[in-house]
């Protein structure tokens, strides 16, 4: 053979086996590129956007803990909770600080004199200071939405019967924005409050969030893309009693909250609440959302449910709920109170368009009526004068 021949050959094929390599690599860097971009597209990025805005309400469902472990977590992780049981269900109404009691608005409703603590929105919660020696009811959380973090800025409730707003003197950072895999953040809060005659309660608060994980949440709500952040909470009360010039403190277990936060929903979409126990860890609660968060001065509308109407409104010992049709499905029906609790729950089977809502030994005061269908929910404020 020719030695030109020979040798222009093996150039050629030493040539063509660089280049195979040369684009098996190019081609390993593309695919290895696809990956990284698919993987950092799935991270979603939580901000102060995402947080909830005034007149939203959130049906949030608590479900049955038995046999609930400490969930795992990790990137690209799949958590698999669409075979959640219901117990039992609330409203999560975020208010205007406008519409809360005016005792409560002292620290909240005052940009001039208390800037920092001027409040965008108030959730009426079961009780945010478990005091014993104090009787605490119709208590509101205050929150302040900024670019850069979600803050818990007091409580405004009655104590003893006496309209309170606490100020928090240490404001509680709940979320710093942005929120995305890997961020860690602690704050601390504080707050004393005096009732004259009575005595002192107040409380010391740490928080650590970690966000330890993001992947893909699947609840009976639907599947969403998530991040997951790991709360702790380490709380001591101080309370200080006048009648027996005695003071005190409660330190309370630790407690934990796995929150996965998806974009635009405000609330988490799954929350799993612990506490340690001589080291060992426990299931507290479980709740979900389970249903797109309503504006609650928007009436609400349901292909389903084009007409309905309640009668009469002011209601005093009853109202009817008229559907202005027969049903074709099987509908749910919840009284809501001003704090977020239902109060009556209806569940009506097909075919039937009215019926009659009892209301007596209710407060007085504007409820919501929430109506459920498979095709979506509504809702409807009513009047419920005394009784």
Not at 141 to 170: C, W
Not at 186 to 215: C, E, M, P, Y
Request: hydrophobic letters at 35%.
């Amino acid at each position: 053979m020719n030695q030109k021949y020979f040798s222009n050959s093996l150039y050629l094929s030493h040539r063509f086996c660089r280049l195979n390599h040369i684009r098996m690599k190019h081609y390993q860097y593309l695919y290895l590129l696809l990956l990284s971009t698919q993987s950092l597209l799935a991270q979603i990025t939580i901000d102060h956007n995402d947080m909830p805005r005034v007149d939203d309400i959130y049906r949030i469902i608590e479900a049955d803990t038995t046999g609930m472990t400490v969930p795992a977590t990790g990137t690209n992780f799949s958590w698999d909770y669409k075979n959640l049981s219901e117990v039992q269900e609330r409203m999560d109404t975020f208010k205007n600080v406008s519409a809360t009691p005016v005792g409560y608005q002292l620290y909240f409703n005052n940009e001039i004199m208390y800037p920092e603590h001027k409040a965008s929105y108030a959730l009426a919660v079961e009780s945010p200071i478990d005091v014993s020696q104090f009787q605490v009811k119709d208590a509101y959380l205050y929150y302040r939405n900024e670019t850069g973090v979600f803050k818990e800025v007091g409580i405004g409730a009655k104590i003893n019967n006496i309209p309170s707003s606490i100020r928090y003197e240490d404001i509680d950072s709940v979320y710093v924005f942005p929120m995305t895999m890997g961020n860690v953040d602690s704050a601390t809060a504080f707050f004393f409050h005096t009732i004259a005659g009575l005595g002192s309660f107040g409380q010391n608060r740490k928080r650590i969030n970690t966000v330890d994980g993001w992947g893909t949440l699947e609840t009976p709500f639907g599947t969403f893309d998530v991040i997951r952040v790991k709360t702790t909470l380490d709380a001591t009360d101080t309370v200080y009693i006048d009648a027996i010039s005695t003071g005190f403190t409660v330190p309370h277990p630790l407690i934990t909250e796995y929150k996965w936060l998806a974009k635009g929903y405000g609330q988490p979409i799954l929350n799993i609440r612990t506490n340690r126990v001589q080291g060992n860890e426990h299931i507290l609660t479980v709740s979900y959302m389970d249903s797109m968060p309503a504006t609650g001065t928007q009436a609400g509308t349901l292909p389903a449910l084009s007409v309905w109407q309640v009668y009469p409104n002011p209601a005093k010992n009853n109202f009817v709920l008229d559907l202005g049709q027969q049903r074709l499905e099987p509908l749910l029906a919840n009284l809501i109170n001003p704090m977020g609790q239902v109060v009556r729950s209806l569940r009506q089977p097909q075919g039937q368009q009215q019926w009659i809502v009892f209301t007596a030994g209710l407060p007085e005061g504007i409820y919501l009526l929430h109506l459920q269908t498979k095709a979506g929910s509504a809702y409807r404020k009513i009047m419920i004068s005394g009784n």
